[in-house]
């Protein structure tokens, strides 16, 4: 053999090595798939001085992955536009559409992880919910920005980033749903937005579980509440879901907006009660009344983070069969009382589930 044909044989043998190396390497990383919802991730200002003021749901997910080319370095990312809404604007249908595509997706061996681009307005109640009803112990991921992705200092490709890490590692598993925002990792129980202009926006009352830095994950914690596989919920059981509602209560308290919901079909209603969840006295007979006509009420607080309703404190709830919202603030109350009623559930048994999720 002439040392030309040996030279081309050798250099065949090498090209071929060296992508079935490229091939490998790729098909070894983890896949993780990338659900874009909208919200301000995907948002787009008039200027980079803009951090506030923009449009949201703007920029598709194609764009978004290939706004952080550093994602291939970590996973094989697949996107899928599932809605492109800023979430304020979410319904309990679009929380069933989302839900049952994850929990597909979660069933698909070639999917890792799943990753969820959302509006950070209602993301703790999305975050909550999936926790709830999706039956996997996949990391699933929901993440955001507080600016949009044209504003100077950015908060959103490092997020997703972070989010993509967190989804594609395999000791995220098992730990429910989360929510990673401003290097941190929060479970989707506990978080829920406590400021409303700020990077650090993301707040869990008892503290997030770890940090997602350079790539790699920290864990300090472990989730307390029953989740995911260990769920009694289950998304491709439910149907619909019941119209919950919330009232705020304040000083100078009146009926009618329980009394209006009620009339509007509410299944029941989530009182953001003062103090400890209290019911002014103008308000218990109409909740009484109500709760009479079958609707449940459920005495949670507008003072949130960082303690719970305690049942039979100010209020006979034994007395008047109504249920405490325990440590969850009225938002993530109305997505368990209406999991919890879609079930079925009496008052004994939401209470209960409100002690145990
Ligand atoms: N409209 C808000 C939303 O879609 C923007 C807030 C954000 O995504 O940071 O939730």
């Known amino acids: 053999m002439s040392l030309k044909s040996l030279l081309i044989q ?42 506030a003021t923009y449009q949201a749901a703007k920029v598709p ?29 979410f319904t309990n249908e679009h929380l069933l559409t989302l839900g049952k595509r994850v929990a597909a997706l979660a069933k698909q061996a070639d999917v890792d992880g799943i990753v969820i681009t959302h509006g950070t307005d209602t993301l703790e109640e999305t975050a909550y919910f999936l926790t709830l009803t999706v039956r996997t112990d996949k990391p699933i991921v929901v993440v955001g920005s507080m600016r949009p992705s044209t504003a100077l200092s950015a908060d959103g490709t490092l997020n997703l980033l972070n989010a993509v890490t967190t989804a594609a590692d395999k000791s995220s598993r098992g730990k429910g749903v989360l929510v990673v925002m401003n290097d941190e990792i929060h479970t989707g129980r506990d978080v829920s937005k406590s400021i409303n202009i700020r990077t650090e926006a993301f707040k869990s009352p008892w503290g997030p579980l770890g940090m997602v830095v350079e790539g790699k994950t ?43 919901f009620a009339a509007k079909g509410a299944k029941a209603i989530v009182h953001a009660g003062t103090g400890n969840g209290s019911v002014s006295g103008q308000v218990v007979p109409a909740l009484r009344e109500l709760r009479a006509q079958g609707l449940q009420i459920v005495r949670s607080a507008r003072v949130v983070g960082g303690g719970f309703v305690l049942r039979n404190a100010e209020q006979p709830d034994d007395q008047y069969d109504w249920v405490v919202a325990h440590d969850l603030n009225p938002q993530k109350a109305r997505i368990l009382t209406m999991v919890a009623l879609a079930k079925g559930a009496d008052s004994k048994t939401l209470q209960r589930i409100f002690m145990a999720y």
Do not use: C, M
Request: no cysteine.
């Open 10 to 51: 050798l250099s065949t043998g090498l090209v071929a090595l060296t992508l079935a190396a490229t091939v490998s390497a790729q098909t070894a990383k983890p896949q993780v798939v990338l659900l874009a919802t909208g919200g301000t991730i995907a948002g787009a200002g008039a200027s980079a001085a803009n951090s």
């Open 61 to 89: 997910v194609d764009k978004l992955i290939a706004g952080v080319p550093e994602l291939s370095a970590v996973a094989q990312v697949r996107g899928e536009q599932v809605f492109q809404i800023a979430s304020e604007s």
């Open 218 to 260: 920290y864990w300090f914690r472990a989730p307390a509440k029953r989740h995911t596989t260990e769920s009694e919920f289950d998304i491709e059981q439910i149907g619909a879901l019941p119209q919950v509602d919330i009232v705020y209560g304040s000083g100078n308290a009146s009926d009618t907006a329980y009394r209006a």
